[in-house]
């Protein structure tokens, strides 16, 4: 019979199979089984191309956007994998202080908002330490790493903004969606993570984009913009909020407005 793996609960468990006394089945009547033939395969070559025409021309090609794993102030969300026992999986972490400042300013709004961290300075400054210590691998000693009483500060006047203010009580972090854009030109689906939505009797009523940018771009904003708004379409929310945090600057996003206002 086939073993347990060394290091598996069934070798660790005793479950006293040993003692279980020995199944006896000499009393039971065999079962006539009856095989059934399968029918022949009449399939032509021609056949097969027809009917491979006819699947390709109602199946449907579906773009996913994953703009999480575009934004430079996010981990990607990684594929399932499978791994031996024993074996780790590999992970690519951020080299440097590139992105860190970005992924740190996130984590640390999202613990906010949970209640795992505590809203004084020098608790979000002592988070913002470790987290670096645990994202930035091989940094040159020369580079200027992100200051955590910057990122502190940066964090307490983003939650001071008035609109932010308001808005605090109804939000929820990391919100999970998943849905098939139907204003989109081409047949596109969108799987990602909003910042935080802000919900109103269990129903969502803004979208929240916090952004690290110290001086975005024309461009960026755009961007930005375009995947606030496609957060609308997918949620049926209104409106959205992308916050660039290190300027406290707010843009205002809506549906029927992608490119947001000032």
Known sequence: MPQAEQRSWARIVDLA?????????????????VTDLEAANTQTQEVFATEGAVIAAAATPLQWLRPSDHDPDRMPIGEVIAIEPGDAP??????????????VLHKLMEELFTGELVEERSDIAARARLLMTQLIIDAD???QLPDP?????????????P?????????????????ILSASSEPAALAGRIDAIGLQDNQPVVVVDWKSDV??????VRGHSAQ????????GVPRGAIVYMTTGVIRWVTASTPQGDA
Do not use: C, F
């Open 17 to 33: 199979h040993r003692d279980l006394p020995q199944l006896a089945v000499s009393h039971l009547t065999p079962v006539i089984r």
């Open 90 to 103: 590999e992970t690519e972490l951020p080299v440097g202080a590139g992105r860190v400042r970005g992924l």
């Open 141 to 143: 000693e020369d580079a």
């Open 149 to 161: 009483e910057e990122i502190a500060a940066t964090i307490e006047r983003t939650l001071a903004l």
């Open 163 to 179: 609109e932010i203010a308001r808005l605090r009580p109804s939000l929820v972090p990391e919100w999970p969606i998943y849905a």
């Open 215 to 220: 001086s975005p771009s024309e461009q960026d």
């Open 228 to 235: 606030v708004a496609n957060y609308l379409h997918a949620t």
